[in-house]
């Protein structure tokens, strides 16, 4: 049973655009394809299109602002709130939490801080 190749699209006035496609050839040439198929799924480089025009980019700004919004709410002790909208379905997500301490430690048993793109961290909420 083939998979269509998944599309991953951000928004044409990101500024890290050579950032990110540089970041993403480095991980895809040396990620673990686990199982076989996910390099044929996971094949395409991103692309970059105007959130003006493509509704889902807006759906997704939307819900990446309030995802954030909540977290900032959790680690600063503030009220959570509850979505403006009704959710149809759960979407799945995972959450990753680290520190500046852990970035480093992490990219030093890696051995990533060696290269261009990995060594620039942002911190803070």
């Not at 149809?88 to 051995?111: P, V, W, Y």
Request: hydrophobic letters at 40%.
């Amino acid at each position: 049973m083939s998979q269509e190749p998944i599309s991953f699209i951000y928004d044409d006035q990101m500024h890290e655009k050579a950032t990110l496609i540089e970041a993403w050839e480095w991980g895809h040439a040396r990620s673990r394809h686990d199982p076989p198929q996910l390099k044929e799924i996971m094949s395409r480089i991103p692309s970059f299109e105007n959130d003006k025009r493509v509704l889902p980019l807006q759906a997704a700004d939307f819900l990446a602002w309030w995802l954030r919004r909540n977290f900032v709410a959790q680690v600063t002790g503030k009220e959570i709130l509850k979505p403006p909208f009704e959710m149809k379905r759960s979407i799945r997500r995972m959450d990753c939490q680290f520190n500046e301490a852990q970035l480093r430690d992490l990219a030093k048993k890696t051995g990533t801080l060696k290269g261009s793109i990995t060594a620039r961290f942002g911190f803070g909420v």
